[in-house]
């Protein structure tokens, strides 16, 4: 008779704590891990893991499902890179709360400040709420593949308290106004969200070209804010912001931090425009920070940030060129056969040379996209030199990158972490004592940016391909993506392989496990187009216990929930 519901036997067991993997089982009972090591009980199903890593499931935790999770259970391609657990509603956008007369208001912003189709939107998304916790209860009432938990999103909440006058940057909330939008915070937080989230960057803009409301807040805003939050006692803090002035912006976003109590964490990245050891002097002055008993984290990408440029998607180096724009209209076939036209080819490449403009010209590094992709390419693999040793221009080699394949050629084009032209950065960034990985903007930049793959590089590339010099501990990567990306936000019920833990596992061919090649599908709502990538090597994703991938399909399992509020380790 068997002991146990499934036991995962003979793998090697990488736990999460960062101890040293060891060759043990598993089983699990009723969502939760019951032992690991040598489980003399048989299972009612077994499975031979022999050569095989055994891992928790990857938590990530910058992840914009937002509209998203209203519509597809299956949380695409996050539940095909091992991701087990996802947390939406980061840079202060989202869905709710927001009046019915403001729906259109927060689609653009989303468009706009993170790629995503707004006719997709317009099309997916049913409103079947108002409030922030009405928010919570529609996405209670789906099951899902993986866990999806999530956050108050500063510009909605501004939205919805000062109507037009929280876009109008001219404009400063009133006393009253910080007292609803913080208490409107509080009730999120109690009614399950896992935190608040704003953004200060000028980058983040809707799609009618404004600034994200959030970006002008002032520190009586945001203070107030958290103020509020901090009265419950639960909850984090997720910030992304220029620092342009470092140490002003600084004391600001530490100030969250101390006024609340509570834990928070900010985007770090190295930056074009900015020195490149940037990033050091904003860890000097978290360190000083957690030194004063101020709760700070630094949220980090696994390798450099890159647009992924193509016919097919809105980014396009050859967009600058008149010529190109009279096609544009056609379908991908059709443009591709004008565009083998000599004539045409002469007419296009002039008119970018002549513009002058566009990624082309802005930034340095132009690489072609292989499958499956690399993301350590030096520059002296790159379009521009290349172009140098050929004698030719660069326009032309990017014109036939774009046109292989039947014109689903892709460039990549870094735009943080690649400022000295390799991943120094990335690795100084990762390593640090107070950073976890994150930012790969799952859900989100649909046509320009495909970074969803983050927790399956941080394992390939940083645990198993990297130069031996600059690899990390498998034992330390698992542990990253899980327990210490689940502690962040104050899941502690997750990411390790102990008895009492959820029984979130992946089963892994370390050997073979590969990041597909860039891909773009039109399988949005009304047609709408994204980047995906998938991985392959991932074996079996078990969440809570189920199924949710087997091979190189998921299998149509939904045990994912809504996970409200922080959850407490097992006793």
Known sequence: ?????????????????????????????????????????????????????????????????????????????????????????????????????????????????????????????????????????????????????????????????????????????????????????????????????????????????????SVTATSDDLLGIAAAVGSTGKGVFEVVADLVDLDGEFTLVRGMAETSGLPLSLTILQREGFPPDEYLRIFALMEAAVADGVAMRGQVAARPVGLVMSLEGRGNPLAPAPSYQKLAHLSLAERVEEMRRPEVRAAILSEVAEAGAGPLYRF???????????????????????????????????????????????????????????????????????????????????????????????????GRDAPVSERLPIEWVVQQQCAATAELVGLRDRGVLAPGYRADVNVIDLDRLTIGGVEMVADLPAGGKRLVQRADGYLRTYVAGELVRHGDDLTGVLPGRLVRGAQPAPA
Request: with cysteine; glycine share 12%.
């Open 1 to 213: 008779m068997a002991e146990h519901e499934l036991v995962i036997r003979g793998g090697f067991v990488v736990d999460g704590t960062g101890a040293p993997g060891r060759l043990a089982d598993v089983a699990i009972d009723g969502g939760r891990i019951t032992a690991v090591g040598t489980v003399t009980g048989r299972g009612a199903e077994e499975v031979d893991a022999s050569g095989l890593l055994v891992t928790p499931g990857w938590v990530d935790v910058h992840t914009h499902y937002d509209g998203q999770a209203t519509w597809d259970s299956n949380l695409t391609p996050s539940s095909w890179h091992g991701v087990t657990t996802v947390v939406m509603g980061n840079c202060g956008v989202g869905f709710a709360p927001v009046r019915p007369d403001r729906h259109d208001w927060l689609i653009e912003l989303m468009e706009g400040v993170e790629d995503i189709p707004g006719t997709a939107l317009h099309e997916g998304i049913t409103w079947e709420w108002e409030s922030f916790p009405e928010y919570l209860d529609a996405i209670g009432r789906r099951a899902y593949a993986i866990d999806i938990a999530a956050q108050v999103p500063h510009a909605a909440l501004r939205g919805y308290v000062m109507g037009d006058r929280g876009a109008d940057h001219a404009e400063v909330p009133t006393a009253e106004e910080i007292t609803r939008m913080g208490r409107l915070a509080a009730e999120a937080i109690e009614a399950g969200a896992l935190g608040f989230s704003t953004s200060r960057t000028v980058a983040h803009k809707s799609a009618d070209g404004r600034q994200t409301p």
């Open 364 to 462: 340095p590094h132009l690489f072609v996209m292989t499958d499956p992709p690399r993301y350590d390419q030096r520059p002296d693999e790159s379009l521009g030199a290349e172009a140098a040793r050929r004698g030719v221009p660069l326009e032309e080699l990017v014109y036939d990158a774009l046109l292989a394949d039947g014109g689903r050629g892709s460039i990549l084009v870094p735009v943080n972490n690649y400022e000295e032209g390799d991943q120094r950065a990335v690795r100084a960034m990762l390593t640090h004592t107070l950073t976890v990985p994150g930012l790969g903007d799952a859900g989100a930049h649909c046509t320009m940016i495909s970074d969803v793959s983050f927790p399956t590089y941080l394992l390939t590339y940083w």
